[in-house]
């Protein structure tokens, strides 16, 4: 099959023409797992403006932040992108973060999506942005939006988180 804006003609991600598999990846579930929980507590997924050569235009972005800087050269490792230390106020702890951009940012979400709980949907309309690269479509405005109010959304005190209705409410027996 041939690539297509960064999709298989099935609809899946591919690289240089071939479907993204774990080993093609260099990974293994556990990691993908692992990452996935990691990114539905610290992780972000937002439509940023283009900078430099191309302005104008708007990129699929995603980001973590962490005090810890391992878990992001993991993510580094396997789907590309910097890691970089972020300096804060004197007397705090340093911060570093991990961002990749357009189908970099569409490859991990759709690989991490099966494993997402909290950010499941965020990511789901990222990677339906994805799908109208390279075009006028007045859907990818909308689908930013979206994007967009699910994050205040998620901040208004109180509010079920998404994902909640599985998290049982009582630890479990053992």
Do not use: H
Request: proline fraction near 5%; glycine fraction near 10%; charge should be positive.
């Amino acid at each position: 099959m041939t690539e297509a804006k960064g999709r298989r003609r099935d609809g899946t991600p591919s690289l240089d023409g071939r479907e993204v598999t774990l080993e093609l990846l260099g990974t293994n579930e556990r990691e993908v797992a692992y990452i996935a929980g990691f990114f539905d507590g610290e992780g972000c997924v937002r439509i940023q403006e283009k900078l430099g050569r191309k302005r104008g235009g708007v990129s699929l972005r995603t980001q973590i932040v962490n005090a810890f800087p391992e878990p992001l050269r993991l993510c580094q490792r396997i789907f590309g992108g910097k890691v970089k230390l972020i300096r804060t106020r004197e007397n705090w702890s340093d911060l570093y973060g991990w961002e990749i951009y357009a189908r970099k940012a569409e490859t991990f979400l759709a690989v991490i999506l099966p494993y997402l709980i909290l950010k499941r949907e965020e990511a789901t309309l990222g990677i339906s942005f994805c799908a109208y690269r390279g075009t006028n479509s007045p859907q990818r405005e909308i689908l930013a939006e979206q994007i967009k109010s699910l994050k205040s959304r998620n901040r208004i005190k109180g509010a079920p988180l998404p994902g909640s209705d599985l998290i049982p409410a009582e630890p479990a027996d053992r």
